[in-house]
């Protein structure tokens, strides 16, 4: 069992020998066409930790060169399925060796829990790769006979080039969550990380050097979305865009490459529902609804920041509510006890608690939390306390838009009809948690509520094999087991005539 001291050290080792973050593009470190630099910050100091060369416009488009040039070699994309996948599973194993590395560095980034980054996203990133190794041997088409005329049959080929943008939030997870299919279905990429958390984008390319893919096969750029996302997406040798982030940023992003027709999937934001009946295991409820919305400080796609309790539990459920929450442990991320730690960056905080000012300005009350900590070595990160918002009305913003943040609203209802009502009563569709005990109720509401996923009696749990992804403002598409190979893979159909059917013979009349 490690401790704060050891993190600590190590964080500081690391960081003293980490060089300047370089792009990684057709197999080699680059600092990039531009000579540009940014920063990245330590959320629980404020202090620069790294610094990062930015690919610029043109860089992304050497890297799309680069990923192009891989993908028509065949080296990668007709490579066999099974050695494909032996190079994932060493992709694999190489997190795993690396795994107390790449979760110091992801904590310092982020200010995400250590306990959290260790056991959950990084053992998590590795799987990606062992999971989608697997499932690239079993890429399989399907038949469609038509007896004694024709072999109808599909296969499914890699696509392309793909661009991955990803977010700040578990930045290493959700990459290989993104790389690992995408690979595996015998396509090329560029990644492209979020600019506050650039750190273990670059141990990834380490890891994926290390485990010697053909050159270009994988590319990493750094730089803004404005510049090297938007260059990205409308790059015509680009044909998958998989992006995660916000739903405005989504918008953006498909304007950006509809000149030039790409296929897309989007996972964006999230206000999820977490809807507690009064015959549910409300310990249960209570352990599941404050890990969902408080774990990764809040700032997690699928948290569950809409509590919706049932009347007659609502005063004793929030009683027990605000006393946990009172006694969640705050500090540092690379305290091991440590269960919220800094939010991302001090823009991030400052969006976050404005939305504590428009709760009150609309009437809300703020019932536990909502300032920063007053301990004075904690004063220099971006720390908040966890917070639970009461009276609440559904069309306040605090219970329409994404916080993104360690911030929980409360609202009452009456029956299933008005649980259905508020849980459907925003933009977003997401995933959603249900609680009750009557397998009637559970089963009746499940699929009435607007959402890509429902956890029922659960908090969030994933398959690996089952389809995620949101509707309505939360994303367009799944991604997940076979799903994502429908994602990454081109389907294409064969027709094969066995040359007996008959075949009009316009002309042929003289
Ligand atoms: P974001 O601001 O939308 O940024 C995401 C990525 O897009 C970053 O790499 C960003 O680059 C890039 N980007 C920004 N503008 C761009 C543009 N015009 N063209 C191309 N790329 C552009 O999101 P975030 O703040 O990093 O992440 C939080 C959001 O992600 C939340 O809304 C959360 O719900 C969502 N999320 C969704 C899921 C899901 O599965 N549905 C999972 C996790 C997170 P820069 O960093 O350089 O700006």
């Given at each position: 069992m490690q401790t704060t001291t050891d993190y600590a050290a190590m964080s500081q080792r690391l960081l003293e020998q980490l060089p300047p973050l370089r792009n990684f593009i057709g197999g080699a470190w680059t600092e990039g066409p531009t000579g540009e630099t940014f920063t990245s910050i330590n959320p629980a100091t404020n202090q620069p930790i790294a610094t990062v060369h930015a690919a610029g416009r043109a860089g992304a488009q050497q890297a799309v060169r680069a990923a192009r040039a891989a993908f028509d070699s065949g080296a990668w994309s007709r490579m066999a399925?099974?050695?494909?996948?032996?190079?994932?599973?060493?992709?694999?194993?190489?997190?795993?060796?690396?795994?107390?590395?790449?979760?110091?560095?992801?904590?310092t980034d982020t200010g995400i829990p250590i306990t959290q980054i260790r056991a959950g996203q990084v053992l998590r990133a590795a799987d990606n790769f062992d999971f989608f190794a697997e499932m690239a041997t079993q890429i399989t088409g399907e038949t469609y006979p038509v007896e004694g005329a024709f072999l109808n049959y599909s296969v499914h080929k890699p696509v392309g080039v793909a661009a991955l943008i990803t977010p700040w939030n578990t930045p290493f997870m959700l990459e290989t969550w993104k790389v690992a299919p995408c690979l595996a279905a015998g396509n090329t990429c560029v990644l492209k990380p979020a600019s506050w958390s650039p750190l273990s984008a670059y141990l990834l390319a380490q890891v994926i050097e290390e485990a010697d893919l053909p050159p270009g096969t994988f590319n990493l750029v750094y730089g803004s979305g404005d510049t090297v996302g938007t260059a990205l997406c409308a790059d015509p040798e680009v044909n998958l865009i998989s992006f995660t982030g916000e739903t405005t940023t989504g918008k953006q992003l498909m304007r950006s490459?509809?000149?030039?027709?790409?296929?897309?999937?989007?996972?964006?934001?999230?206000?999820?529902?977490?809807?507690?009946?009064?015959?549910?295991?409300?310990?249960?409820?209570?352990?599941?609804?404050?890990?969902?919305?408080?774990?990764?400080?809040?700032?997690?796609c699928t948290a569950g920041t809409r509590l919706l309790l049932q009347r007659s539990i609502y005063d004793d459920f929030v009683a027990r509510l605000i006393e946990r929450v009172r006694r969640i442990r705050v500090g540092d991320p690379l305290d091991p006890a440590t269960e919220v730690g800094p939010l991302i960056h001090a823009r991030h905080l400052e969006r976050v608690m404005g939305y504590l000012d428009i709760a009150t300005a609309e009437g809300a009350t703020i019932a536990v939390g909502g300032r920063r900590p007053d301990r004075p070595e904690l004063a220099a990160g971006n720390y908040l306390e966890p917070t639970v918002i009461v009276d609440v009305r559904n069309e306040m913003r605090v219970a329409q838009e994404e916080i993104f943040g360690p911030v929980l609203t409360v609202l009452p209802f009456a029956d299933e009809e008005e649980a259905l009502r508020l849980a459907n009563g925003v933009r977003y569709g997401l995933d959603a948690y249900l609680w009750t005990s009557d397998v009637g109720r559970a089963t009746r509401l499940a699929p009435e509520i607007e959402a890509g996923m429902v956890w029922v009696n659960s908090q969030n749990v994933r398959d690996l094999r089952t389809p995620f992804g949101g509707m309505k403002e939360s994303g367009i598409g799944r991604e997940g087991g076979r799903h994502s190979f429908e994602f990454y893979t081109e389907t294409r159909t064969i027709h094969v005539a066995f040359g007996r059917h008959p075949i009009p013979r316009f002309g042929a009349t003289p």
């Amino acid at each position: 069992m490690q401790t704060t001291t050891d993190y600590a050290a190590m964080s500081q080792r690391l960081l003293e020998q980490l060089p300047p973050l370089r792009n990684f593009i057709g197999g080699a470190w680059t600092e990039g066409p531009t000579g540009e630099t940014f920063t990245s910050i330590n959320p629980a100091t404020n202090q620069p930790i790294a610094t990062v060369h930015a690919a610029g416009r043109a860089g992304a488009q050497q890297a799309v060169r680069a990923a192009r040039a891989a993908f028509d070699s065949g080296a990668w994309s007709r490579m066999a399925p099974a050695d494909r996948a032996r190079a994932l599973r060493r992709i694999a194993d190489l997190i795993r060796q690396r795994a107390d590395e790449i979760a110091v560095l992801e904590t310092t980034d982020t200010g995400i829990p250590i306990t959290q980054i260790r056991a959950g996203q990084v053992l998590r990133a590795a799987d990606n790769f062992d999971f989608f190794a697997e499932m690239a041997t079993q890429i399989t088409g399907e038949t469609y006979p038509v007896e004694g005329a024709f072999l109808n049959y599909s296969v499914h080929k890699p696509v392309g080039v793909a661009a991955l943008i990803t977010p700040w939030n578990t930045p290493f997870m959700l990459e290989t969550w993104k790389v690992a299919p995408c690979l595996a279905a015998g396509n090329t990429c560029v990644l492209k990380p979020a600019s506050w958390s650039p750190l273990s984008a670059y141990l990834l390319a380490q890891v994926i050097e290390e485990a010697d893919l053909p050159p270009g096969t994988f590319n990493l750029v750094y730089g803004s979305g404005d510049t090297v996302g938007t260059a990205l997406c409308a790059d015509p040798e680009v044909n998958l865009i998989s992006f995660t982030g916000e739903t405005t940023t989504g918008k953006q992003l498909m304007r950006s490459g509809a000149a030039t027709l790409k296929r897309y999937s989007m996972e964006l934001g999230g206000k999820s529902p977490v809807i507690v009946f009064a015959d549910a295991d409300l310990d249960r409820a209570l352990d599941a609804a404050i890990f969902g919305v408080f774990s990764l400080n809040g700032e997690r796609c699928t948290a569950g920041t809409r509590l919706l309790l049932q009347r007659s539990i609502y005063d004793d459920f929030v009683a027990r509510l605000i006393e946990r929450v009172r006694r969640i442990r705050v500090g540092d991320p690379l305290d091991p006890a440590t269960e919220v730690g800094p939010l991302i960056h001090a823009r991030h905080l400052e969006r976050v608690m404005g939305y504590l000012d428009i709760a009150t300005a609309e009437g809300a009350t703020i019932a536990v939390g909502g300032r920063r900590p007053d301990r004075p070595e904690l004063a220099a990160g971006n720390y908040l306390e966890p917070t639970v918002i009461v009276d609440v009305r559904n069309e306040m913003r605090v219970a329409q838009e994404e916080i993104f943040g360690p911030v929980l609203t409360v609202l009452p209802f009456a029956d299933e009809e008005e649980a259905l009502r508020l849980a459907n009563g925003v933009r977003y569709g997401l995933d959603a948690y249900l609680w009750t005990s009557d397998v009637g109720r559970a089963t009746r509401l499940a699929p009435e509520i607007e959402a890509g996923m429902v956890w029922v009696n659960s908090q969030n749990v994933r398959d690996l094999r089952t389809p995620f992804g949101g509707m309505k403002e939360s994303g367009i598409g799944r991604e997940g087991g076979r799903h994502s190979f429908e994602f990454y893979t081109e389907t294409r159909t064969i027709h094969v005539a066995f040359g007996r059917h008959p075949i009009p013979r316009f002309g042929a009349t003289p």
